[in-house]
């Protein structure tokens, strides 16, 4: 079998996984940005308690996506322990910058829209670069 074979128990080269990764973190990312508009835009909530929903809900996503399908890691305590500490490392990171991000944007354009599709890309960016790193080294190497 070659390295980006795709048996049960085979692991994927860093292509492979990359471009799962990226390609989980684009369907996450729709997940978590539909969230945070819906919740700002609809139901009123301020931007930072409106991202730390959104980013649950797109972080449980990638999750669950990418320990079966990018990763092909079976389940664990000790790797879901992991992720919720990394997880909670990037929620620090995305919703921080977000908040920090945010107000900021929104008085150099003027624009709610610009304001959030930028902050949300900056620390979304961020957020996922450091989670990549994260578990492909450290959590299911």
């Given amino acids: 079998m070659t390295p980006e074979s795709t048996?049960?128990?085979?692991k994927l080269g860093l292509r492979t996984q990359l471009l799962r990764?990226?390609?989980t973190g684009g369907l996450s990312a729709v997940v978590d940005f539909g969230l945070l508009v819906v919740l700002m835009n609809l139901a009123g909530l301020d931007h930072t308690t409106a991202k730390a929903l959104s980013f649950v809900a797109g972080t449980t996503t990638a999750y669950l996506i990418n320990r079966r399908w990018t990763f092909?890691?079976?389940p664990s305590k000790r790797r879901f322990a992991a992720v919720v500490l990394l997880y909670g490392l990037t929620f620090v990171l995305q919703v921080g910058l977000f908040a920090v991000l945010f107000p900021w944007l929104l008085t150099l354009s003027g624009s709610q829209t610009v304001a959030q599709v930028v902050g949300f890309v900056i620390a979304q960016g961020v957020a996922t670069t450091v989670n990549f790193i994260v578990q492909r080294g450290l959590i299911f190497r």
């Fill in 7 to 10: 048996g049960p128990d085979t």
């Fill in 21 to 23: 990764f990226v390609v």
């Fill in 72 to 74: 092909r890691a079976e």
